[in-house]
């Protein structure tokens, strides 16, 4: 990604013949810490451009890629793609190629060195279906050409991601916490502007030929509390000591190294935020129409295609069903490193293993329509889906609920940026990558307990925090003690994470304790709107909301079935799976047993 808070000119940039050959100093290693520090922010987007995309890519090109790290990210959402990252700069290249040797994406990740103030789009094959731009499309001598281009570059129906700074980013305290009022304008006064960050980008994007789009605001904030965030902060506050104008006064001048020592001791009140607007627009289907699609008619509708959707269809389609299969391309997993307790897949990305499962479904006849479904109504035989007032609706025999859960995560900072990587929830999903490791557990209630002592299995360094949970029992208290786990009181104002690495626990008190890793027991519940919509009751358990169902996946409502975590709240992906194959060969057996019956009344009333 192209930060545009390295205050390098676009004269700068592109004056030499071979421009961007010699980086300035520290220039890469500022883009590697900006991209850790935007995970989060990163993940967000991405989850946004895979729900606008209406099939999964094959192309997708990364405008500016810079060190590499979202090139990466591209490569592992969308396991289906290949990833062309574009830069000017050959050292910035060879970032992204080890980044993605490091990754094992290397083989779908193609480098490619060009000045995108010039054609790119010679570069990479036609009719991409994703074209990503994250802080890179200021730069140029001319944003407008650059977003015809990326709008040329698309297919009918290709997605355009659009990151850009919505204001000038700042450092806060006016003081940089020297003392000194008013030291940051004073420093900042001759510094250049940030580009075409005030540009009207909606008005842009609709000029270049894009529909109406979707837009969001995010924000990075960085301080000091953590080393990512520290290192950070000094190239920023030593690339403004580094060009301070003539005539500041030696005390600024000193003051301005007094708070760069404070920055590198993680004392420093310093924060540094950046307000960035993020556009998904897309190229129309057809030039000047609106595609109306024809209604769907299948025996099954699936909703949901992860891992029990995807089973139930395919041995549903395995026996020659007609099926449908409906997927919003959100899989609750997405963001852990890899499935584990599935034999023969130990270690497999969960995006990886959707795209292996959703090709079988395909080759077997599944038909996948991406999309989320909005209503459902009807009765057994005559099932109607809507996906949406523009989109097809789909009418079916029977339905599958395979829309698994939301996990409501509790609101600490840092929880998000590490959930499923260093922040876990399961023990027996992602114990075994944090065994003999610092474990703090968030308890919320006595699931927490529990919690702590199924991870005491796996480290004996495994720390409760009550964080705003009651006392435990006494029988709690006496369990937690013989398991030789401490209790900390007090709530938890952040867990300290460094793009998605635990590191402390910090408490509102200021106390601090190193941590390698973080459990929390989310609130899961199932998405049972569309149950309900149609007159089911949804079940409320210790663990959260679910659809009650019989252990075939079958719901009190005539032709509704349930598979998959949204019936079964503690399911892991294995049992997802073994659930999906279970309420898809049922269902098949009903629909059978329907037609025979159907048949035999036939064949009665035909008689003489």
């Known amino acids: 990604m192209t930060p ?75 396991p289906t793609a290949r990833v062309h990252a574009l830069d000017v700069s050959d050292e910035l290249l060879a970032c992204v190629r080890a980044a993605a040797t490091t990754a094992q994406v290397a083989d779908r990740v193609d480098a490619h060195r060009v000045d995108l103030n010039d054609d790119w789009t010679v570069e990479i094959p036609d009719g991409a279906d994703l074209v990503w731009a994250a802080l890179s499309v200021h730069h140029l001598d001319n944003p407008a050409k650059a977003l015809r281009r990326a709008y040329s570059a698309l297919r009918p129906g290709g997605v355009l991601v659009l990151a850009e700074l919505a204001a ?180 497999i990305s969960p995006r990886e293993l959707i795209a292996k499962g959703r090709a079988e479904a395909e080759s077997y006849g599944v038909r996948v329509v991406a999309g989320r479904a909005t209503g459902l109504s009807g009765t057994v035989d005559d099932f109607t889906l809507r996906l949406g007032d523009d989109r097809p609706r789909i009418r079916a025999r029977r339905i599958i609920l395979a829309t698994g859960l939301v996990d409501e995560l509790p609101d600490i900072p840092g929880v998000r940026e590490g959930w499923g990587k260093t ?81 402390a626990v910090r408490l509102e008190s200021g106390e601090s304790f190193d941590m390698d890793a973080a459990v929390v027991a989310p609130h899961t519940h199932a998405r049972t709107g569309l149950f309900e919509s149609i007159g089911g009751t949804a079940e409320q358990t210790p663990f959260g909301t679910q659809i009650p169902a019989d252990p075939r996946g079958e719901t009190a409502v005539p032709g509704v079935w349930v598979a998959g975590s949204g019936g079964q709240l503690t399911a892991m992906v294995s049992v997802s799976s073994a659930s999906g194959v279970t309420t898809g060969s049922a269902v098949h057996g009903d629909l059978v047993m329907a037609d025979l019956d159907r048949m035999v009344r036939s064949r009665h009333d035909d008689l003489p």
């Open 4 to 78: 545009s808070v390295v205050r390098v000119t676009h004269t700068e940039q592109y004056a030499a013949p071979a421009p961007w050959q010699d980086l300035p100093a520290g220039f890469a290693e500022h883009l590697e810490l900006e991209a850790r520090l935007s995970t989060s922010l990163r993940n967000s987007s991405l989850e946004r451009a895979q729900a606008a995309l209406d099939t999964p890519p094959a192309h997708v090109v990364d405008l500016g890629s810079g060190v590499g790290a979202d090139a990466v990210a591209l490569a592992q959402r969308f």
């Open 168 to 347: 000038a980013p700042s450092l806060d305290p006016d003081d940089l916490g020297s003392g000194r009022a008013g030291l940051r304008e004073r420093i900042l006064d001759d510094r250049p502007g940030p580009g075409y960050a005030g540009a009207d980008w909606a008005e842009l994007l609709a000029d270049a030929g894009f529909v109406p789009s979707e837009q969001r605001e995010q924000e990075l904030v960085v301080d000091a509390s953590t080393s990512d965030g520290a290192r950070y902060l000094e190239h920023q506050v030593r690339s403004h000591r580094d060009h301070l104008a003539d005539d500041v006064s030696g005390e600024d001048r000193a003051s301005l190294g007094e708070v760069l020592v404070s920055i590198r001791d993680g004392a420093s009140p310093v924060s540094y935020r950046s307000a960035r607007t993020v556009w998904v627009a897309a190229r129309p289907q057809a030039e000047g129409t609106v595609d109306q699609p024809a209604d769907i008619d299948a025996e099954v509708a699936v909703v949901g295609g992860s891992y029990a959707g995807l089973a139930a269809a395919i041995i549903l389609a395995r026996s020659r069903r007609d099926v449908v299969m409906i997927d919003e391309g959100q899989p609750r997993n997405a963001s852990a490193d890899g499935v584990h307790n599935l034999l023969g897949h130990e270690g």
């Open 423 to 503: 922040v876990l929830h399961c023990p027996f999903c992602h114990g075994w990558e944090v065994r003999d490791q610092r474990i703090g557990v968030v308890c919320r209630d006595e699931i927490g307990i529990h919690q702590a002592i199924l991870f005491r299995q796996l480290s004996n360094r495994v720390t409760l925090f009550l964080h705003e949970a009651p006392e435990p029992t006494e029988q709690q208290s006496a369990m937690l003690a013989a398991a030789g786990i401490p209790v900390v009181r007090g709530r938890i104002e952040k867990l300290v994470v460094e793009g998605a690495e635990m590191r």
